[in-house]
């Protein structure tokens, strides 16, 4: 395999130089969102400088460049995705793309007596819509446990699809633990069984190769600020016949095809989906993103983020009175952990002083921390850019953080 230099790359995002409390920032929160590389933000702005126009509503030569800007960035994605782009609905992230996936698919469906099966590691973003749609539907949420590794209890998920299971909902990559599931068989369960699968990808899409339709799900949602994108941007991918069989979620200019008092045809899918002005710009920089990780490879980017993510645990491991939460054999490069005797935002409000990033609290995951018996962890989520430098410093400066603590 061609060797990366990643010194080289790393110099690639503007962000990574400043410094923060007078140290070397050391950002370690790329699971919250990701830094953005100079090709993106370059992108964004040539195209507000330049191109700047809405999209497919204007004739005139800007308007033009603006539409071919945008759908473009829907080609290079749907690639990256392995999928069509015509079955891609862009919108501003996950959190939309799940709703969507509710309001559009779930709840003119559901009744009572059905049920959703959801899983004990996901994001309040694949457990709120649900139970939003179990409210008002009367149906059910059903929860998959975990095993004490922090991945999933296979045998109970399978045995939780019951007939009265309509919808499974699963994370692929878990944002606190970093266990990456095993989809593409659990959809296949799913399927057998005829539930419908929604997969939340959004911990998944920045740090593995993905093909989606390998997957074998019906719905796979994905968020661009994640993956070196803009904040604002994000897509839902679907199976063409849901496209088509779902009512829009949004109503307004651009998913019509004529409007009349009496009567509104649609656009075809994705364009329903797509109410109103896109985030035109936001869309230019994600495929600029994805030109981005595509000339890495996202192999490459795998295997850079598990050497990091075995050095990093090897060094914590060594810190003692650490406890990490989530040790699956198959993990990204997301760590979370507590210090005995040292709370959370202590840990990382005192290591903001030492320059280096942490994310503290519940991570939008309430029932996965009740489940750990925990009120709170740290994590530190890595990703390519990061070095195995920042790693030992981010060691040293939680070594001497944990001595003025305890
Ligand atoms: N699901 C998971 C697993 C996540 O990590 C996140 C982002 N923290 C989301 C959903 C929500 O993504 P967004 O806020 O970009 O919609």
Redesign the pocket.
């Known amino acids: 395999t061609r060797a990366i230099d990643w010194a080289r790359v790393r110099n690639d995002f503007p962000l990574l130089t400043r410094e923060v409390n007078g140290k070397p920032l050391i950002y370690l929160d790329s ?2 969102t990701g830094q953005k590389p100079a090709s993106v933000i370059e992108a964004t702005d040539d195209f507000y400088r330049r191109h700047n126009a809405n999209v497919s509503r204007a004739v005139h030569t800007l308007g033009s460049e603006a539409t071919e800007a945008y759908e473009g960035a829907r080609k290079k994605l749907a690639a990256f995705l392995g999928v069509h782009g015509d079955d891609l609905v862009l919108c ?5 793309a799940i709703n969507l996936v509710a309001y559009s698919w779930a709840l003119p469906r559901l009744n009572a007596g059905d049920a959703i099966l959801i899983t004990r590691m996901e ?1 309040h ?2 457990i709120v819509p649900w139970q939003l749609v179990a409210q008002r539907t009367g149906a059910t949420i059903k929860v998959a446990e975990l095993l004490a590794d922090g991945s999933l209890d296979l045998d109970a998920l399978h045995a939780l699809m019951t007939p009265e299971v309509k919808l499974l909902a699963i ?1 692929h ?3 606190v633990l970093g266990t990456v599931n095993p989809v593409a068989a659990i959809c296949r369960e799913a399927r057998k069984r005829g539930i419908v699968s929604v997969v ?1 990808g ?2 998944a899409a920045p740090h593995m190769a993905l093909d989606i339709p390998a997957i074998g799900c019906d719905f796979y949602a994905i ?1 661009g ?2 993956m070196c994108g803009p904040t604002g941007t ?1 897509a839902l991918w679907a199976r063409r016949e849901h496209l088509q069989a779902m009512p829009p979620f949004l109503g307004g200019g651009e998913m019509i095809k004529e409007v009349r008092f009496d009567g509104t045809v649609f656009n075809d899918a994705p364009h329903k989906f797509e109410a109103g002005t896109p985030n035109i710009a936001g869309f230019v920089g994600l495929g600029a993103a994805v030109d981005y990780l595509s000339t890495l490879g996202m192999d490459h980017v795998a295997t850079r983020e598990s050497e990091l993510l075995a050095h990093a645990t090897e060094e914590l491991r060594k810190v003692d009175g650490l406890r990490i939460f989530g040790e699956a054999s198959d993990k990204a490069a997301v760590i979370s952990f507590q210090v005995e005797g040292a709370h959370a935002h202590d840990l990382a409000t005192l290591l903001d002083l030492e320059g280096v990033a942490v994310r503290s609290g519940q991570h ?1 995951a309430h029932p996965l921390l009740q489940w750990f018996g925990v009120a709170a962890t740290c994590r530190a989520s890595l990703a390519f850019y990061n070095t195995h430098d920042e790693i030992d410093a981010f060691v040293a400066a939680l070594l001497k953080v944990r001595r003025l603590l305890l």
């Open positions: 699971a919250n501003s992230g996950t959190t939309f994001h973003a694949n994370a990559v878990s944002n939340d959004s911990q968020t600020h994640k994000g939008c």
